[in-house]
């Protein structure tokens, strides 16, 4: 029997070749444990956002990490859509990132249930709120604690297509009376063949909680609450909440002006439709130029107040509408709340809300100083979201208010609009379910 | 030593096994008799509770109902696709069969969630295609709303869960219809029998085996779908098209009710785990004829 040589050509070349991947891996490790060991780390999870505003949280993350030296900060992007899952996932076991982006109404839920650092706590934060427009700040606020600073103040407005409007020679409508005129005249068949290929509204019936983001507008443009101030009474079955949700079914059940599919319509479907021409007008935000701009660069919208009932023209101009807002928070468990707090006032101090204002992000700037800005006054919109922010009205701060709007007010809402119930019976029987949820009943 | 050297070697599979599958099936049916929820403080054991709360739910009874009708309707769908294209392919044999063979398995493999996404924009009721062939041949008008309309929706995420099934149900009724013996319908055509006799009097009674275990088989996996659900309507509109699957999601990470979803979940493993029983009687059968 031979014996093999104990190293040949290609053996030796096997050694040296898994030495140096030791070697590699080895220098990795170390330079990784040495980072480690220097630099704090922090995670931030951006939710949602333009590519155009992704890019800019990156570059500015960038600089914060050169002005920081000692601050290493791991970006994750994630959707929308499975904010509240993920968040309550990660915070319920004591994880999660140092740093995120929500909704300022979480501010009540997440706050309420200890996950958010109430950033009040911090020194300077007198400081720091002397940055933001007051009432801006007081969304993310929750009994006595701040729960964040202010990132994009939303207010729900009516976007209408221009072209559309423009082609039927009418104005973007103020009252109810002309805002069902509107829509009614812009339903129509435009190319003969007998079938209606254009409608006046779309509602975004896909998403239980964008859905009534856009119908409360007009609960509040009534004169509706939606609960009472001490939080104890649910209120939107009030006969002025039950006149506009009488107003969005008599729109889709009488006039036929709200396409017939909107159950299904998630956000994307809304921007195809109105795009292509098929709807003249939605309920949205400061995202939707962007969104249009994306899709059908140069197309012109008509952004104007949410109408108002005929018999409150006088209040046109101060009416509420549903105020929103993006916060930046920090985790109540970080390991780091001090350089988490850096970071915080690093992605929203004055000269980051600048950006807000110079470029389109789709996000409505939130310091006094980006908005008294001469560059202000060149960005569309911004008068007008500014002015709506001025007198909207954000949720109820109740912990279940988001859970009542999704899971209560929404599908009773959408009964009604396709005639399953009655406004004032869906209205009810949603109060009454909601009631419980808010006594613990349910 | 050489007696535990088989277990040592099992341990790290056994391990992974209970980590993986068996403590979280514990914790899962534990948190079915506790109230587990993760925006307030739980309040510990509550017996049936959870139960009664699940049973309690109109939705749940609405989900348990479509659960039903996508599951044994759309299984049922998918069969008949199924035997129609196995019985051309059995009939054309040859090169192009096995093209075709092919072709027709593509749904198979497609991913669920891709083909749920590929089926919303099919139906889409203004851009979508159907809508354009329907109407263009004067079936339906344009614009019909397949997904946004509660009479259709869940007609539809059946016909897709159909056709992502069918490919599977194909091939199982080729095997079957080739291991025919051709000795049968050589007799039968001695005596005269006409195709439709031979179909309804050979054809069948010899497939009846297979059969069982793909209508088990289907009704077990659409039972337990929530990938073609969730993409293509969310269970909307109005729980139009809710399935039990949507539902344990909707309890537990929509309401934060884990206790809850969990009861919900149980009760489903305990209907498929029936379901399979059913379905290894069904083969053992099988295998002993």
Known sequence: MNAAPLTTGGTMKRIIAGAALVAILGAMLGLSCGRKEDAVELHDWNFGGKPRMIEWLRQRIDTFEQTHRGIRVVQSQKSWNMIRELLYADFSVGTGPDVVNVHANYAAEFGGAGYYYPVNTFPDFQEVRKWFVPHLLESTRYRENYYGLPSSGIAFVLVCNKELFDREGISPPRTWSEFREAARRLTKDTDGDGIVDQYGLVLLGGDKGGFAYRLVPFFFKAGAEIMSDDLKTILFNSPEGVSALQLITDMYQVDHSITPGFLAYQLTEINDLFCSNKVAMSIEGPWFRGMVDDKSPGKKIYTVPVPVPDDRIAGYDTAATLQDMVMYSINARTKHPEQAWELLKYLRNEEADMAWIREDLGAIATTRRALESPEAKNQSDLSLYVHELGHAKPWPPHPSMIAIASDIFTPFAQKAIVGELSPREAMDQAAREAQEMIEGKK | ?289
């Open chain 2, 1 to 289: 030593m050489r007696r535990y050297t088989p277990y040592m070697l099992l341990t790290p599979a056994l391990l992974f096994t209970v980590f993986i599958l068996v403590y979280p099936m514990a914790q899962n049916l534990v948190n079915s008799f506790r109230d587990v929820s993760l925006v307030r403080e739980g309040r510990g054991w509550t017996g049936l509770l959870n139960y009664e709360h699940v049973f309690g739910d109109a939705v749940f009874w609405l989900a348990f109902r479509n659960t039903v009708v996508y599951a044994v309707a759309g299984t049922l769908l998918a069969l008949l696709i199924g035997l129609g294209l196995a019985l051309v392919l059995d009939v054309h044999t040859g090169k192009m069969s096995s093209v075709a063979a092919g072709l027709y398995s593509i749904p198979w493999v497609i991913s669920p969630v891709v083909a749920g996404f590929a089926w919303k924009w099919l139906l889409n009721d203004h851009f979508g295609i159907l809508n354009y062939w329907l109407s263009s041949a004067g079936i339906a008008r344009h614009g019909t709303s397949w997904l946004g309309n509660p009479h259709t929706a869940l007609f539809c995420v059946m016909v897709a869960r159909a056709w992502q099934f069918y490919p599977f149900a194909m091939v199982m009724f080729l095997a079957g219809l080739q291991s025919i013996p051709a000795e049968q319908y050589e007799a039968a055509s001695v005596d005269g029998a006409s195709p439709l006799r031979k179909f309804f009097h050979i054809t069948i009674p010899n497939l009846r085996p297979v059969s069982s275990v793909l209508l088990l088989l289907g009704v077990i996996w659409s039972f337990n779908d929530f990938n073609m659900v969730f993409v293509m309507t969310r269970g909307g509109p109005i729980n139009a098209s809710m399935v039990l699957p949507v539902l344990v999601r909707e309890f537990s990470f929509v309401h934060f009710d884990l206790g809850k979803g969990s009861a919900l979940s149980v009760l489903i493993f305990a209907l498929l785990v029936t379901l399979s029983f059913l379905y290894l009687r069904v083969l053992a059968r099988r295998e002993r004829a």
